[in-house]
DNA sequence: TTGTACGCGTTATCAC
DNA sequence: GTGATAACGCGTACAA
């Protein structure tokens, strides 16, 4: 390759007696060319095998159509699903993404930014936890985050109180004698901390029996394993005899409870109920189908990058709005009705 | 943003007092120039708070550091693990990627692949099952993919073959009455189709009672569900009393199987044992973890990056090495022993 | 409707 | 060790 310079506008421009001028119109305007005009130029381009060059294009007018990510990673399921819904919206927006995933280390993020601003990205999407908002809010460029903090930012995030609303209400219903919330430790600024406040708020205004049990479940399945079997544990002496509804932070914690009631019983107990939250594809591929409060991870998606993109029009305009207040979209959970909440 | 106008080596020359050509040399090759006119360009730099554009660097030397990925999706564990592992070589070697994904689309994928080129990529990695690779090795970049038929392009595969024949093995050894290999329709040209052969190849060398049951099992656990489940009565009927060694072409269907029989049974029944393959996160989160054949995901993904940009230097030399003969690199899968093969 | 001339920000090639 | 100048390929006033 790269043998045979690249054919330009100037070569075009060459065979066909235009001026590379009106090459570019047209590409940009092609309505302001005769229509015989235009075949000339389109049939010459086709002869001399023409290929675009953004890298130039973007040089002279300062349009990228780049978006940067920083996610943390892609073994959570929440993360590639959702990562994938982005790069999808490329059908609908044309924006083309640079990812980069986050590694827990502020300076290296701060890094990726800089290269990411070096390549001339018109806007980004955060969903890693590492930078605090007040940084990102001072860059110029937009930013949308997703399920993370983000008092100073535009977000899109699931409406988490809601859905732990929800799922409380739900399991208060159903009678349970006892409700509990298992979660691992979530600081009070993240989102999904309001799934910790509804269920308290819930069993509160109700006056109903529950417990809150935090612990460090960790990231791998062993780890979680380990806690939540000692969770169980109490569980079984606490409140034998009585009916137990269990709402848990997310679906791979219900599947590791639900695993640890049929090694056990061969089967889930009538008294015990329990409910997930991401609907998550373990929740649909556990030994029996958990309930689950469920993301709707295309509509975080595509709202992200729509948001983003208004902002980044916005941008280009002769005089661009003001630093505007961050925008806080919230998106509503979907429950799944499913077997571990049916008896 | 964009209010004031970016510094550029222009802005830096004039406040120092030196060429645009020494600032450039400053970044490009320090020692050239003496150490203390490093200092003056370095505190000019902070001082006019310069931020580099790469853009510009790309239109002059033509280096963009881009790689283009075409993948098929991120549902799959398997993609969304390998895209992880691939985005993190960016510590490594520097290269940044545009992530397109594939969607079954022949003309589509041409269109991400003209886009791709457009930025200059330098190189791509492809996932991405839609277009034959003697169209691909056309291209006038190198290219590399993964798991799937590369017949004319660089490669970095599985060891699939290995792993379908070491899994018959194993299930041999356990001494069971027959082999059941559970697969879908797969193409002979992917390189997965290695464990139908392996598994057919080690029972008739073996002189062993088996079977090899293809069914289309779709891409939703439902769909899965309803095809195993029929294959699974064909099992319990046809191989009664029976030891059943069944060796299935992933982990997700593995995991099916066992829901199944942990449903009708209660547990895992003496005379079942279960292989899956991938060593994906269902494996472990199963009800009973899943003995299952890995791919090294994270060394197929290295390999491919570390491939293509072994390529990726040799097209930069000043007489690139004509169309070499495509390179299949070959990992070796790992054996996972857990509990759906001990009794 | 079409053309001229210059700008975008960096690197490469010579000189000195 | 440093500088002047010409690329790189396209967009865009401004003119015609």
Redesign the interface.
């Known amino acids: 390759?790269?043998q045979k310079k690249n054919v330009t506008f100037d070569d075009i421009a060459k065979y066909t007696n235009f001026s590379k001028t009106t090459i570019s119109r047209y590409f940009n305007n092609p309505d302001s060319l005769t229509l015989e005009n235009q075949q000339i130029i389109s049939e010459a381009l086709v002869k001399l095998n023409y290929?675009?060059?953004?890298?130039?294009r973007?040089?002279a007018n300062?349009k990228?159509e780049f978006v940067g990510i920083i996610i943390p990673?892609?073994?959570h399921?929440f993360y590639?699903?959702i990562?994938?819904r982005i790069?999808?919206t490329?059908e609908t927006f044309g924006y083309?993404?640079?990812?980069?995933?986050g590694n827990e280390n502020e300076e290296t993020e701060r890094q990726y930014i800089?290269?990411l601003?070096?390549?001339?990205i018109e806007g980004m999407i955060i969903l890693s936890h590492t930078m605090p908002s007040l940084e990102l809010a001072k860059l110029?460029?937009p930013i949308v985050t997703i399920e993370r903090e983000d008092e100073y930012v535009s977000s899109v995030n699931t409406d988490n109180y809601m859905g732990g609303y929800q799922a409380t209400s739900l399991l208060s219903r159903h009678r349970c004698d006892v409700l509990i919330h298992i979660n691992t430790p979530t600081p009070k600024e993240v989102p999904a901390y309001g799934r910790i406040r509804a269920f308290s708020d819930f069993c509160t205004e109700h006056d109903l029996k529950h417990e809150i049990l935090i612990r460090e479940l960790g990231i791998s399945?062993?780890s979680a394993e380990a806690q939540i079997s000692s969770l169980f544990e109490h569980l079984e002496t606490a409140y034998a005899g009585l009916k137990k509804g269990i709402f848990l932070s997310s679906d791979?914690h219900a599947?590791?409870l639900?695993?640890l009631l049929?090694?056990k019983y061969?089967?889930l107990p009538e008294d015990y109920l329990i409910i997930g939250f991401d609907n998550s594809?373990?929740s649909?591929?556990?030994?029996?189908p958990i309930s689950t409060m469920g993301q709707q991870v295309d509509k975080l998606a595509f709202e992200a990058v729509s948001l983003l993109v208004e902002q980044m029009n916005e941008?280009k305009k002769r005089r661009?709005a003001a630093l505007e207040n961050p925008v806080h979209k919230v998106i509503p959970p979907v429950f799944f009705r499913r077997e571990t909440t049916e008896k």
């Open positions: 390759m790269a290929k675009e060059n953004k890298v130039a973007i040089l300062g990228t990673d892609l073994y399921h590639s699903e990562l994938n790069l999808a490329y083309k993404f640079l990812v980069f995933i800089r290269e601003l070096a390549y001339k110029p460029i399945y062993e791979t599947n590791v639900l695993n049929v090694r061969g089967r594809p373990i649909r591929e556990a030994v029996l941008q661009p």
